[in-house]
């Protein structure tokens, strides 16, 4: 499984766009990206997931380059509900028994 | 929508005791994961199941044992117990679509091990 390095923390503000980018140099062909949002003593919700260029929905967008080396999470104005872990995840899906392999997060703390 | 179901939200045991976690996952979900979180650590893979057969395996203790039943839903046995099992425990249910696989969690089981 591809290992990912993503910040610790990072801070902002209400009403901010933030990028949290996720390196995962040995990312393999067959491997989607996959980022998860988590509040304390709660399951990883689902926010996003992409394979190759840009992958938008209602709360975030994320952008994998060519390489596919890197991937950045964008969430738009954020707000002070928005302070979470967020977790980026690679690996391959499909066919059942995919394990998600968690790494070291980013506690984003947003404030007023 | 329907999301996973874990049962029961929390639970209180002595060690060398017993429990049983149980998970019912989404819907037409065919496949279930186990995932350990300890206190301030990142959620952990346990053990999965596709089509109720065991699909991989992770850092589950031997004193650990799951399986999927008929309808989906899905059991964790915990035995003997120690204090280092007390964590937050998530079943994650899948199925395979084309284009990709999404993990949906439950909202887990806090188990504490006194």
């Known amino acids: 499984l591809a290992k990912t390095t993503q910040p610790i923390s990072m801070d902002s503000y209400e009403g901010q766009e933030v990028n949290i980018t996720c390196s995962h140099n040995?990312?393999?062909?067959?491997?989607?990206i996959t980022w998860y949002q988590q509040f304390p003593s709660q399951g990883p919700r689902f926010i996003i997931q992409?394979?190759?260029t840009k992958v938008t929905n209602e709360v975030a967008s994320l952008f994998i380059p060519a390489d596919r080396k890197s991937s950045t999470l964008s969430l738009p104005r954020v707000s002070l509900s928005d302070t979470a872990v967020y977790y980026c995840l690679v690996g391959a899906l499909g066919g059942g028994g995919n394990k998600l392999t968690f790494g070291t997060g980013t506690q984003l703390k947003v404030e007023l | 929508a329907a999301g996973v179901i874990q049962s029961p939200r929390h639970l209180i045991k002595e060690k060398r005791e017993t429990a049983t976690l149980k998970c019912y996952p989404i819907p037409r979900h065919d496949t279930v994961y186990w995932y350990q979180q300890g206190p301030g650590q990142d959620p952990q893979f346990l053990i999965s199941?596709?089509?109720?057969?065991?699909?991989d395996k992770g850092s589950i203790p031997d004193r650990f044992s799951a399986q999927q039943f008929s309808d989906y839903h899905s059991e964790l046995n915990m035995s003997s117990l120690e204090l280092g099992d007390s964590a937050l425990y998530f079943c994650?249910?899948?199925?395979?679509?084309?284009?990709?696989?999404?993990?949906?969690f439950g909202p887990g089981t806090r188990l504490l091990v006194l």
């Open positions: 994650a249910s899948s199925t395979t679509r084309r284009g990709g696989e999404t993990q949906y």
């Open positions: 199941f596709y089509e109720k057969m065991q699909s």
């Open positions: 992409g394979y190759k």
């Open positions: 040995n990312i393999a062909t067959n491997d989607y």
